[in-house]
């Protein structure tokens, strides 16, 4: 039960893609009329890719992520990694046209990272707050964390992207120049 003693069934369902397109155009309305857009730049990042399926990048025998220590390479057409391109799309279209004062850059880190396969931490992490143990470490199909990624490594280079775009702008590079 929730505080003032509703049940969540008292509530409509609503479709997860209407959900995520209404959350978005509320926080771009928002982006729209209370940042200053001669003092803020607003960057949005789309989503980060799951690798849990070896099978979709060739790898029959493959554990989730487990043992994968090359990026996809030489790959034609679509990976179909389970990203729901339809959120996806759902991002890039509220970020280019929600908040029309004020300009949203929408920096896409999916297509690229979807190819890296073997950036994540793997069975070399953390549950709980602890390390796994070798045992745990040899069970990649319950404990590998295909999720979250090394550092240095993919997330890195989507800071470099967001650093590139910042940087890239004329106002940027004017301000960069006359702080020296």
Not at 30 to 58: C, E, K, Y
Request: hydrophobic share 40%.
């Amino acid at each position: 039960r929730r505080p003032g003693g509703q049940d969540w069934e008292d509530h409509d369902e609503v479709v997860r893609i209407e959900a995520y397109r209404k959350v978005l155009s509320t926080w771009a309305g928002w982006v729209n009329d209370n940042i200053d857009p001669a003092r803020t730049s607003v960057f949005f990042m789309s989503m980060s890719p799951l690798h849990l399926s070896p099978q979709v990048w060739g790898n029959p025998n493959g554990i989730r992520c487990a043992k994968e220590t090359m990026p996809l390479v030489n790959w034609r057409g679509p990976i179909w990694l389970g990203t729901d391109w339809d959120m996806f799309k759902v991002a890039s279209n509220i970020t280019r046209a929600a908040a029309p004062r004020v300009p949203i850059t929408f920096v896409d880190i999916t297509t690229m990272s979807e190819r890296r396969k073997d950036g994540h931490t793997s069975v070399h992490t953390i549950r709980q707050g602890q390390i796994l143990t070798p045992e745990q470490q040899a069970d990649p199909g319950t404990y590998a964390d295909c999720i979250h990624w090394c550092l240095p490594g993919v997330p890195d280079i989507w800071n470099s992207l967001l650093y590139t775009r910042i940087m890239s702008r004329p106002e940027a590079a004017t301000a960069a120049l006359t702080a020296r």
